[in-house]
C-alpha cells in the first residue's frame, strides 16, 4: 500500500510540473491543423508505435541489440507505417527525423518516416523518477522550440515518459502532439493524434 501511494504521488508530481513547463494548448480544428502542417514550421512529437508492454527492458540495454528491449509489436510496425503513409498522402512535408536511440522508436521513425537521427536527449531514462523527468523535459525543451527549416515540419519520437515530463499528460503508444515553435524559445501545443486519426484527417 505505502508502494502504492508513493508512485501515485510521484507521477502525480510530475504531471503537476509538466503542466508548469508546457503553454496551456490551443487546439486547432482537424482542417486548420493539416492546412498548418501543410506549410511547415511546426514539431511533431511522436511517441513510439505500439508494443508488449509485458516485455519490459533488460537492466543492462544494448542499443545495438533489439533483443534486450522492449520493441515494435506487428500492430505497432503497421501502425508506424500507416502513420508515414497518411502523412504522404496529405502533403505534409517532413523534414529532420530525430529519435530515440532505442529500437522501438528508431523503428518508428525508420517504418514512418524512412530515416532517424538517433539522439541520446530523448532516450527514456532510468530509473523513471522525479529527477530524470526533470533532466529529461530540459533536454527536450530546447528541441520543441527550435523552428524547422523553411516549408518543413521536424520529427522527434521519443517516449511516454518523456512527453509527460514536457507536457503533463501520457500520450498513447503512437500517439502525437503537435507543437508550434515560439520566437522565444518556448512553443505551444495546438493539436493531439492518436495513431488512427491520421489517416482521417483528409475527409474532415
Known amino acids: 500500500m505505502r508502494l502504492t501511494r508513493l508512485v501515485t504521488a510521484l507521477f502525480s508530481m510530475l504531471t503537476l510540473m509538466g503542466a508548469a513547463m508546457t503553454p496551456t494548448p490551443a487546439a486547432m480544428q482537424s482542417k486548420d491543423l493539416v492546412a498548418a502542417l501543410q506549410h511547415g514550421g511546426y514539431v511533431i512529437l511522436l511517441r513510439h508505435a505500439d508494443t508488449d508492454a509485458s516485455k519490459k527492458d533488460k537492466e543492462a540495454v544494448d542499443l545495438a541489440d533489439c533483443d534486450t528491449q522492449r520493441i515494435l509489436t506487428p500492430k505497432g510496425r503497421m501502425n508506424a507505417r ?36 538517433a539522439n541520446p536527449a530523448l532516450r ?22 527550435m523552428t524547422p527549416k523553411t516549408g518543413m515540419n521536424t520529427v522527434l519520437v521519443t517516449h511516454g515518459f518523456n512527453v509527460q515530463a514536457v507536457t503533463g499528460f501520457l500520450p498513447a503508444e503512437g500517439e502525437a502532439v503537435i507543437v508550434k515553435p515560439e520566437s522565444d524559445g518556448k512553443f505551444t501545443i495546438v493539436g493531439r493524434l492518436l495513431s488512427s486519426q491520421w489517416s482521417s484527417l483528409g475527409t474532415s
Open 82 to 117: 500507416t502513420i508515414g503513409q497518411s502523412i504522404d498522402q496529405l502533403n505534409i512535408p517532413i523534414g529532420e527525423v530525430i529519435s530515440s536511440p532505442l529500437c522501438r522508436t528508431m523503428w518508428t521513425a525508420e517504418l514512418a518516416f524512412g530515416r532517424a537521427e
Open 124 to 145: 527514456e531514462p532510468k530509473p523513471k523518477s522525479v529527477e530524470n523527468a526533470k533532466i529529461s523535459g530540459a533536454a527536450l525543451e530546447p528541441l520543441l522550440s
